[in-house]
Protein backbone atom coordinates (compact mmCIF):
# COMPACT_ATOMS: atom_id res chain seq x y z
CA UNK A 1 0.00 0.00 0.00
CA UNK A 2 1.11 3.22 -0.49
CA UNK A 3 2.38 5.24 1.82
CA UNK A 4 1.44 9.31 2.38
CA UNK A 5 4.03 11.72 3.93
CA UNK A 6 2.75 14.87 4.33
CA UNK A 7 5.36 18.20 4.18
CA UNK A 8 5.08 20.29 7.41
CA UNK A 9 6.84 23.21 4.86
CA UNK A 10 2.75 23.41 4.01
CA UNK A 11 1.40 23.23 7.75
CA UNK A 12 -0.18 25.97 9.40
CA UNK A 13 2.66 26.99 11.90
CA UNK A 14 0.57 28.79 13.95
CA UNK A 15 -0.68 25.55 15.40
CA UNK A 16 1.60 23.02 13.81
CA UNK A 17 1.21 20.43 16.77
CA UNK A 18 -2.72 20.52 15.71
CA UNK A 19 -1.41 19.99 11.70
CA UNK A 20 0.33 16.85 13.22
CA UNK A 21 -2.41 15.36 15.41
CA UNK A 22 -4.86 15.89 11.99
CA UNK A 23 -2.89 14.08 9.66
CA UNK A 24 -1.54 11.21 12.10
CA UNK A 25 -5.54 10.75 12.60
CA UNK A 26 -6.39 11.26 8.91
CA UNK A 27 -3.75 8.08 8.23
CA UNK A 28 -0.27 9.69 7.29
CA UNK A 29 2.29 7.25 7.55
CA UNK A 30 5.37 9.36 8.63
CA UNK A 31 6.18 13.69 8.20
CA UNK A 32 8.32 15.40 5.63
CA UNK A 33 10.78 17.30 7.21
CA UNK A 34 11.88 19.88 5.15
CA UNK A 35 15.73 21.32 6.22
CA UNK A 36 16.71 24.36 3.83
CA UNK A 37 19.44 26.63 4.28
CA UNK A 38 19.25 29.55 2.01
CA UNK A 39 22.35 28.14 -0.04
CA UNK A 40 21.38 24.77 -1.57
CA UNK A 41 18.16 26.11 -2.00
CA UNK A 42 16.77 29.88 -1.82
CA UNK A 43 14.93 29.41 1.25
CA UNK A 44 15.72 29.13 5.14
CA UNK A 45 12.92 26.57 7.08
CA UNK A 46 13.07 23.90 10.17
CA UNK A 47 16.60 23.16 11.91
CA UNK A 48 16.81 19.97 14.20
CA UNK A 49 15.40 21.66 17.21
CA UNK A 50 11.80 22.20 15.46
CA UNK A 51 12.22 18.80 14.48
CA UNK A 52 13.12 17.41 18.03
CA UNK A 53 9.71 18.52 19.37
CA UNK A 54 7.72 17.35 15.86
CA UNK A 55 9.29 14.34 16.73
CA UNK A 56 7.39 13.81 20.13
CA UNK A 57 4.28 13.31 18.14
CA UNK A 58 2.33 10.30 16.82
CA UNK A 59 4.40 10.12 12.99
CA UNK A 60 8.33 9.15 12.65
CA UNK A 61 9.63 11.94 10.85
CA UNK A 62 12.02 11.63 7.54
CA UNK A 63 14.70 15.02 7.93
CA UNK A 64 14.82 15.64 3.95
CA UNK A 65 18.28 17.77 4.16
CA UNK A 66 18.27 20.15 1.32
CA UNK A 67 21.63 21.84 2.63
CA UNK A 68 25.20 22.11 1.96
CA UNK A 69 27.58 19.63 3.94
CA UNK A 70 24.76 17.29 4.81
CA UNK A 71 27.26 14.92 6.58
CA UNK A 72 28.08 17.99 8.94
CA UNK A 73 24.21 17.92 10.26
CA UNK A 74 23.59 13.58 10.14
CA UNK A 75 24.20 13.30 14.05
CA UNK A 76 22.08 16.56 15.12
CA UNK A 77 19.33 15.35 13.20
CA UNK A 78 19.48 11.86 13.86
CA UNK A 79 19.84 13.21 17.71
CA UNK A 80 16.97 14.90 17.34
CA UNK A 81 14.51 11.97 16.44
CA UNK A 82 14.92 11.72 13.00
CA UNK A 83 13.88 7.96 11.73
CA UNK A 84 14.66 8.60 7.63
CA UNK A 85 17.93 10.84 6.82
CA UNK A 86 17.30 11.85 3.13
CA UNK A 87 20.76 13.84 1.06
CA UNK A 88 21.03 15.61 -1.83
CA UNK A 89 23.07 13.81 -4.84
CA UNK A 90 23.52 17.18 -5.81
CA UNK A 91 25.08 18.28 -2.58
CA UNK A 92 28.39 16.81 -3.04
CA UNK A 93 30.81 15.26 -0.79
CA UNK A 94 31.05 11.04 -0.47
CA UNK A 95 27.50 10.73 -0.99
CA UNK A 96 28.79 6.51 0.43
CA UNK A 97 30.38 7.59 3.54
CA UNK A 98 27.69 9.91 4.14
CA UNK A 99 25.10 7.41 3.84
CA UNK A 100 27.08 4.71 5.50
CA UNK A 101 27.13 7.73 8.46
CA UNK A 102 23.38 8.15 8.24
CA UNK A 103 22.81 4.34 8.85
CA UNK A 104 25.53 4.21 11.70
CA UNK A 105 23.49 6.61 13.73
CA UNK A 106 20.17 4.44 13.21
CA UNK A 107 18.68 6.06 10.41
CA UNK A 108 17.15 5.23 7.24
CA UNK A 109 19.37 6.73 4.37
CA UNK A 110 17.65 8.10 1.45
CA UNK A 111 19.02 9.83 -1.35
CA UNK A 112 17.86 12.74 -3.61
CA UNK A 113 17.87 13.79 -7.13
CA UNK A 114 16.67 16.52 -8.09
CA UNK A 115 14.47 17.12 -11.31
CA UNK A 116 17.80 17.65 -14.15
CA UNK A 117 19.65 14.81 -12.23
CA UNK A 118 19.78 11.78 -14.01
CA UNK A 119 19.66 8.40 -12.32
CA UNK A 120 22.64 6.89 -13.08
CA UNK A 121 24.08 8.17 -9.44
CA UNK A 122 22.36 5.50 -8.02
CA UNK A 123 23.95 3.04 -9.56
CA UNK A 124 27.10 1.77 -7.33
CA UNK A 125 24.69 3.11 -4.52
CA UNK A 126 21.75 1.27 -4.43
CA UNK A 127 23.13 -1.41 -1.84
CA UNK A 128 23.45 2.12 0.99
CA UNK A 129 20.00 3.34 0.17
CA UNK A 130 16.69 2.53 2.20
CA UNK A 131 15.16 5.27 0.07
CA UNK A 132 15.46 7.17 -3.15
CA UNK A 133 13.22 10.71 -3.63
CA UNK A 134 12.78 12.30 -6.94
CA UNK A 135 12.36 15.24 -6.95
CA UNK A 136 9.09 16.39 -9.49
CA UNK A 137 9.65 20.26 -8.67
CA UNK A 138 12.96 22.36 -8.08
CA UNK A 139 13.55 22.08 -4.30
CA UNK A 140 13.48 25.44 -2.29
CA UNK A 141 9.04 26.69 -2.05
CA UNK A 142 6.24 24.93 -1.36
CA UNK A 143 2.84 24.99 -4.04
CA UNK A 144 4.85 24.18 -7.37
CA UNK A 145 3.52 22.18 -10.47
CA UNK A 146 4.74 18.82 -11.10
CA UNK A 147 7.22 19.07 -13.74
CA UNK A 148 5.46 16.38 -15.86
CA UNK A 149 8.62 15.38 -17.68
CA UNK A 150 9.71 13.88 -14.27
CA UNK A 151 7.40 11.32 -14.30
CA UNK A 152 9.68 9.00 -17.03
CA UNK A 153 12.07 9.13 -14.32
CA UNK A 154 10.48 7.62 -11.78
CA UNK A 155 9.64 4.90 -13.82
CA UNK A 156 13.63 4.28 -14.72
CA UNK A 157 14.44 4.52 -11.01
CA UNK A 158 11.76 1.76 -10.02
CA UNK A 159 12.98 -0.43 -12.59
CA UNK A 160 16.38 0.25 -11.34
CA UNK A 161 15.18 -0.96 -7.91
CA UNK A 162 13.33 -3.87 -9.02
CA UNK A 163 16.25 -5.49 -11.43
CA UNK A 164 18.29 -4.97 -8.71
CA UNK A 165 16.12 -6.62 -6.05
CA UNK A 166 16.25 -3.31 -4.06
CA UNK A 167 14.07 -2.88 -1.12
CA UNK A 168 14.77 0.83 -1.13
CA UNK A 169 11.46 2.82 -0.70
CA UNK A 170 10.62 5.10 -3.94
CA UNK A 171 9.48 8.38 -2.90
CA UNK A 172 8.20 11.29 -5.08
CA UNK A 173 7.99 15.26 -3.61
CA UNK A 174 6.44 18.08 -5.77
CA UNK A 175 3.26 19.11 -7.13
CA UNK A 176 1.21 15.68 -5.31
CA UNK A 177 -2.76 16.36 -5.68
CA UNK A 178 -5.24 13.29 -6.49
CA UNK A 179 -4.92 13.72 -10.24
CA UNK A 180 -0.75 14.25 -10.34
CA UNK A 181 -0.40 11.17 -7.37
CA UNK A 182 -2.22 8.91 -9.27
CA UNK A 183 0.51 9.26 -12.06
CA UNK A 184 3.23 8.99 -9.72
CA UNK A 185 2.08 5.82 -8.57
CA UNK A 186 1.52 4.07 -12.18
CA UNK A 187 5.11 5.22 -13.12
CA UNK A 188 6.17 3.53 -9.77
CA UNK A 189 6.24 5.30 -6.60
CA UNK A 190 5.25 3.89 -3.12
CA UNK A 191 5.73 7.03 -1.25
CA UNK A 192 3.90 10.16 -1.80
CA UNK A 193 4.92 13.69 -0.26
CA UNK A 194 1.95 16.14 -0.33
CA UNK A 195 2.22 19.20 1.01
CA UNK A 196 -0.56 22.21 0.02
CA UNK A 197 -2.81 19.69 -1.14
CA UNK A 198 -2.82 17.95 1.69
CA UNK A 199 -2.76 21.03 4.61
CA UNK A 200 -5.20 22.51 2.47
CA UNK A 201 -7.99 20.10 2.22
CA UNK A 202 -10.89 20.50 4.31
CA UNK A 203 -10.68 16.50 4.31
CA UNK A 204 -7.65 15.21 5.10
CA UNK A 205 -8.35 11.98 5.61
CA UNK A 206 -10.60 11.89 2.31
CA UNK A 207 -7.39 13.07 0.76
CA UNK A 208 -5.67 10.26 1.96
CA UNK A 209 -8.32 7.97 1.40
CA UNK A 210 -8.21 9.00 -2.38
CA UNK A 211 -4.55 8.45 -2.90
CA UNK A 212 -5.05 4.23 -1.62
CA UNK A 213 -7.83 4.10 -3.39
CA UNK A 214 -5.54 4.94 -6.61
CA UNK A 215 -3.29 2.88 -5.41
CA UNK A 216 -5.74 -0.30 -4.85
CA UNK A 217 -6.72 0.67 -8.41
CA UNK A 218 -3.50 0.45 -10.10
CA UNK A 219 -2.40 -2.82 -7.35
CA UNK A 220 -5.50 -4.93 -7.59
CA UNK A 221 -3.53 -7.99 -7.11
CA UNK A 222 -3.29 -6.70 -3.67
CA UNK A 223 -6.92 -6.02 -2.90
CA UNK A 224 -7.23 -10.55 -3.60
Known amino acids: M??????????DFR??????????????????????????VPEISFGSGILKWAAKGPLP????????????????FAK???????????????????????????????LALNP??????LRYLLPSLDLVLVMTV??????????PECLDKIAEIRSMLDRAGSKAMLEVDGGANTVTAAEMMRHGADVIVAGSAL????DAKGFIDSLRASWRQLHPEENA
Not at 2 to 11: C, I, N, R, T, Y
Not at 16 to 26: C, D, F, K, N, P
Not at 116 to 121: I, L, N, V
Open 2 to 11: VKVAPSLLAA
Open 15 to 40: VMGAEIERVAAAGADYLHFDVMDGAF
Open 61 to 76: VDAHLMIERPEAQVAN
Open 80 to 110: AGAKIITIHAEAGGHLHRTLSLIREHGCLAG
Open 116 to 121: ATTPDC
Open 138 to 147: NPGYGGQKMI
Open 199 to 202: FGAD
